[in-house]
């Protein structure tokens, strides 16, 4: 099993920046991927980066160029740098870890791009 903890959500004007940040409880190179997902009111929860162990990573075509997947070996984590964030960004966003057939999930943090 695995564990997940996400930080760094909040408020941002459209336009602007942020770092989500994901901490699983085991060591990230035993886990088969690793990844981003995003739920808004009313929608079904999408992809938004998943990064391999191997490191490949894949972005749903909404985010290409504007978000990037990253992970920290010595600190052990995840990372997704949000850049040039518009307001059908808003959402909740959930770190993921696929672990031998079986997705495991954080408790989500929320992002909301608003003037």
């Known amino acids: 099993q695995v564990q997940v903890v996400e930080s760094g959500g909040g408020l941002v004007q459209p336009g602007g920046s942020l770092r989500l940040a994901c901490a699983p409880s085991r060591n990230i190179f035993s886990i088969d991927a690793m990844g981003w997902f995003r739920q808004a009111p009313g929608k079904q929860r999408e992809l938004v980066a998943r990064?391999?162990?191997?490191?490949?990573?894949n972005y749903a075509d909404s985010v290409k160029g504007r978000f990037t997947i990253s992970r920290d070996n010595t600190k052990n984590m995840l990372f997704l740098q949000m850049d040039s964030l518009k307001p059908e960004d808003t959402a909740v966003y959930y770190c993921s870890a696929d672990l031998m057939g079986v997705t495991y999930w954080g408790q989500g943090t929320q992002v909301t791009v608003s003037s």
């Open positions: 990064m391999f162990s191997g490191g490949s990573t």
